[in-house]
């Protein structure tokens, strides 16, 4: 398959890492949206946030759109989800609307469930959402969005709960990461993000779709069964999770007890 493919966000930790990897295919055109602030030559510098045709047009011709733009952090304001997060992807979505690419995938996110760290279901897509700060809720609309967009244009959705997939170098798990063992459970590596939005590019006969995208994780509570079954993602990585408690006994048991 060839085509053309569009990434807003592209010089965001997420972004550099899919444009590597779609670039490494050398099968698709990529047009590249973003503020752009690493000054990158082949990327459109322009603010979402803020609808514009010189931008938008860019969407005219396009296979697959891949909506990463927006404020990338769980402790993101209000003032700011809703410029830079729910503005912004109610802006993508009408320049979708109005150059009609055939399918959108948009980066929702792990935090539309996180009310659930603390209780013991699975994790489907069909659970209740229980987001539970601005950065959530925000990705919870775009579903939404996404789900009234696809009715009424006709546009391919797939909207993917993203795991923890760590933006420093190497992206390599362990007790250092955030929210402790719930953290390492939704681990997502390089490699599984990549394939994972490769297969929605691809994937046929998929109208709408909210999909969990995590590694093969043992332990973990996240379905992703289902994002096998709809787009054929296959994970080849997966992490055990540790506790920093249990690391800490297993290292304090490393030393001579004192006589």
Same mark, same amino acid.
């Given at each position: 398959? &060839?085509?053309?493919?569009?990434? &807003?966000? %592209? $010089?965001?930790?997420?972004?550099? /890492?899919?444009? /590597? ?14 503020? @752009? ?26 296979? $697959? ?10 402790? %993101? ?81 797939? %909207? ?42 691809? %994937?046929? @006969? ?10 093969? @994780? ?11 079954? $709809? ?12 506790? /920093? ?15």
């Amino acid at each position: 398959m &060839t085509g053309t493919v569009l990434i &807003t966000g %592209a $010089t965001g930790s997420i972004g550099t /890492k899919l444009r /590597k990897h779609i670039e490494s295919l050398a099968i698709y055109d990529l047009r590249l949206l973003c503020l @752009n602030r690493a000054a990158d030559p082949r990327v459109f510098t322009a603010d979402l946030s803020e609808y514009d045709k010189d931008w938008a047009r860019h969407f005219e011709g396009v296979d $697959t759109a891949i909506h990463l733009a927006g404020n990338p952090y769980s402790t %993101a304001t209000w003032a700011s989800v809703q410029r830079h997060n729910i503005d912004l992807t109610l802006n993508v979505f009408r320049a979708a609307e109005e150059f009609g690419p055939k399918r959108l995938v948009f980066a929702s996110s792990n935090w539309v469930m996180a009310g659930y760290r603390f209780e013991r279901q699975r994790l489907t897509t069909s659970l209740s959402p229980w987001p539970i700060n601005p950065y959530g809720c925000g990705k919870l609309f775009g579903e939404r969005a996404g789900r009234d967009l696809s009715q009424r244009t006709g546009i391919s959705f797939i %909207a993917l709960r993203i795991g923890d997939c760590q933006h420093a170098e190497g992206n390599v798990p362990g007790p250092h990461m955030e929210n402790g063992v719930w953290g390492q459970r939704m681990w997502l590596s390089d490699h599984d993000l990549c394939h994972g939005v490769e297969r929605a590019i691809v %994937a046929e @006969n998929v109208s709408f779709a909210i999909l969990n995208l995590m590694s093969a @994780n043992p332990g973990m509570r996240w379905d992703i069964d289902e994002t096998r079954r $709809t787009i054929g993602y296959q994970p080849q990585d997966g992490h055990v999770a540790v506790s /920093k408690a249990r690391l800490k006994k297993r290292t304090d048991s490393s030393y001579p007890k004192a006589k």
